[in-house]
DNA sequence: TGAGTGTATGTCGGAAATGACATATTCGCA
DNA sequence: TGCGAATATGTCATTTCCGACATACACTCA
């Protein structure tokens, strides 16, 4: 499969799935899933850390209370962008986002 | 402005802007533009390392090879999201992440 | 009790990101 | 030189994410 040609393999698509690309593709969202969910926590510390509501936060990155209250519920629909604006915005130090992605 | 009810917040919209808040915004904006610098710089080498083209890395997290180029390219149509998961695709160690991280 | 403040949840139209594709360009090597 | 593999660039229809809004819920005081 590997030496296959481009063509080849764009006309195969999701026919060139198995069950260990599967699995390895779960695995790998797993752990984009952890990262966030410990980034998530680091802004709801940060946030309160520094005293601001959900609406404050919300504004100092020009976005909106629900919003703020999807991603530190971990909502789906929030994008890893989102949270790292987050994280910023709530006035989280390099040092503290460091922490985060360590706890992975 | 911070003892302002919702309402009237969510009233006022665009116009609660100041210069301040613009630059304010600018430099947080900044410091996300380098960490996903940091972040796309680490995939290529990662990628590479793992004697891996764009497009064995774009089957491995189902993707394509010109979104591949995209990311190593800095294009700004790339997430942080999508980032993120060509770095864990292309075998990037959690260590790998932490590192590039604490380029920011 | 009820008013005020903060947070959670669901929905929606518009905006942004995506994979796929076509095609161009670059690069290594016979 | 030329051929094939790798990478880059541009476009587009579909999917995903967004802010905004309405509204529900939780908590604290007076």
């Known amino acids: 499969m590997k030496t296959s040609k481009l063509e080849r393999l764009q006309a195969e698509g999701w026919s060139v799935g ?3 690309d599967f ?16 980034l998530v926590s680091a ?3 940060s946030r309160i850390k520094r005293k601001l509501s959900q609406i404050d936060l919300a ?4 976005s ?5 209250a999807k991603i ?7 994008s890893l ?7 910023i915005a709530s006035g989280a130090t390099t040092r503290d986002i460091q922490v985060a992605f360590t706890k992975e």
Do not use: C, F, T, W
């Open 18 to 20: 198995n069950a260990e």
């Open 23 to 38: 699995l390895q593709l779960s695995d790998e969202e797993a752990r984009l899933v952890a990262l966030k969910l410990s």
């Open 43 to 45: 802004v709801k510390k």
């Open 59 to 62: 504004q100092r990155m020009k």
């Open 64 to 68: 909106s209370q629900s919003r703020i």
């Open 72 to 78: 530190e519920a971990g909502d789906p629909s929030v």
């Open 81 to 87: 962008d989102l949270i790292v604006r987050a994280l």
